[in-house]
């Protein structure tokens, strides 16, 4: 499943039309409010296994063609230095069902030697793990600059493979019988 996240750069009719030109109009999905977010599996199942988000999600567009703070909060992304990286709400309805934490730090132009320095692994654990004991939500985006600098894959499924196991534990666990 992949989740494309666009700049309004271009009409939602254009972005439209480059996704069915591609041939990856069937395979798009269409989220509905008050609906349960689909399962990675129901997506898959369903064949449809391209979200798509726009920042701002300009009218114009098919029903696929999401506003992305819809359906995602986020964390703020202006930042001189590594060490003033937040976790407080940003963009995006405090009800949202998807988060996104914004990690980078902004220069310009970007210094891919200080962005590895700020995707390593130490720098991104905490501010996820901030995130997660701020926000109480595991993010389903960690956005970063010069994704290929430094630990950002290896971290986050450090952190998915925690998760999964904290997950099944609950899981696996049987129901607490209330006291006497």
């Keep these: 499943v992949l989740m ?11 972005t439209a039309s480059v996704i069915d030109a591609a041939g990856l109009g ?5 989220l509905r409010h008050g609906e349960p977010f689909p399962t990675l599996r129901t997506l898959i199942d369903s064949g449809r296994t391209l979200l798509v988000f726009a920042e701002r ?47 980078w730090v902004t220069l310009s132009p970007p210094n891919p030697a200080v962005e590895a320095a700020v995707n390593s692994r130490e720098v991104l654990d905490k501010h996820i793990q901030q995130c997660l004991r701020e926000r109480g ?17 290896s971290t986050v499924q450090d952190i998915n493979d925690e998760q999964l196991k904290e997950e099944r534990a609950l899981q696996a666990e049987p129901p607490s019988l209330p006291p006497a």
């Design 4 to 14: 494309l996240t666009i700049h309004d750069f271009t009409s939602p009719a254009d």
């Design 57 to 103: 999600g300009n009218p114009g567009g098919p029903p696929w063609y999401h506003n992305m703070y819809d359906w995602f909060q986020e964390t703020p992304f202006s930042f001189t230095d590594k060490e003033q990286f937040a976790c407080a709400p940003n963009r995006g309805r405090p009800d949202a069902q998807l988060f996104l934490i914004n990690h």
């Design 137 to 153: 939500l595991a993010p389903n985006i960690v956005q970063v600059q010069f994704a290929e600098s430094g630990d950002l894959f």
């Design 26 to 30: 069937d395979r798009v999905a269409t």
